[in-house]
């Protein structure tokens, strides 16, 4: 008798997930060269729009994950609001504590990688209605870390590797969430 591998089935489910996460992370890289690109020629803080347009892209992943009800479209609407609002804080504390508080720039981008995955799994279990166990709480933790090591180290290398750090970040945290979130929707 053999000893098989065990069978690891990705569903259609996280494969769509994983392919939003993706898609949208690979936007972050164009998004950020057009919003650069207006700031020569608007009087704005062009930060605002990168937050809105890369948050929102990363909230059509994060919208599969609410259950379906009649309140699903306010629901959609507040993880659009939410994720602007999570992207938002998550780059200031990444570019404010560097330098501020002491913390080194690969730091500070491990730091806001957590922090992103607190308040994303924070809202998403939030409106999916559900109460997370701790392990699940630190699973999506260690997503967010590994995520912000990932976003850390291509940085580190060259302002032009970002791209991957989004791809890292975005992908093990929609991963985390799959996890976390479909085991407690089928328990509940």
Known sequence: ???????????????????????????????????????????????????????????????????????????????????????????????RTYGFSNLSHELSLVVSGVVGAFFVNGYMCLLSGIKPKLRFWVFVLLAGFFGGLVFSFMFSLADNYFAIGYIAWQVSVIFALHLGLDQLHLTR
Request: hydrophobic residues 50%.
């Open 1 to 95: 008798m053999t000893d098989n591998p065990p069978n690891i089935v990705m569903s259609e489910r996280l494969k769509r997930r994983l392919l939003l996460a993706l898609c949208s992370s690979l936007l972050a890289w164009p998004i950020q060269a057009v919003v650069e690109f207006l700031g020569d020629y608007i009087d704005f803080d062009t930060r605002v729009l990168s937050y809105v347009f890369i948050g929102g892209a990363f909230s059509v992943a994060l919208t599969t994950f609410l259950p379906s009800s009649s309140f699903k479209g306010r629901c959609i609407f507040a993880v659009i609001l939410c994720t602007i609002l999570t992207y938002s804080i998550a780059v200031e504390l990444a570019m």
